[in-house]
Nanobody
């Protein structure tokens, strides 16, 4: 499966942005999806994930209450709405997928075998 992230950009602190991820290829299989992010000089970290059915989600503590993930399986897309953005949210955001029909959403990077190229989100103070 191929993943293409879009959206992102520059926003002031307190503002909102959304990013999307479009999947192509073997999308007939069930894939759990997730967003990771990597800030300059830091490790890539889990942000949020969603099960293949869309029923289950998992958020990093740092984004709970501010970010919302959703998916449209008919269009093979996942959306991440980011509100109340802060400068510490500045990072390259990567879309990831793993073949799984489980409702358990995993947060470990090694669990995801498919990755998009990432999209930059910059939050100015």
């Amino acid at each position: 499966v191929q993943l293409q992230a879009s959206g992102g950009g520059l926003v002031q602190a307190g503002g909102s942005l959304s990013v999307s991820c479009a999947a192509s290829g073997r999308t007939g299989s069930r894939y759990a999806m997730a967003w990771f992010r990597q800030a300059p000089g830091k490790e890539r970290e889990f942000v949020v994930g969603i099960s293949s059915s869309g029923t289950s989600t998992r958020y990093a503590d740092s984004v709970k209450g501010r970010f919302t993930i959703s998916r449209d399986n008919a269009r093979n897309t996942v959306h991440l709405q980011m509100n109340s953005l802060q400068p510490e949210d500045t990072a390259v955001y990567f879309c990831a997928a793993r073949s799984s029909s489980s409702e358990l959403v995993l947060g470990a990077r090694r669990e995801y075998g498919y990755w998009g190229l990432g999209t930059l989100v910059t939050v100015s103070s």
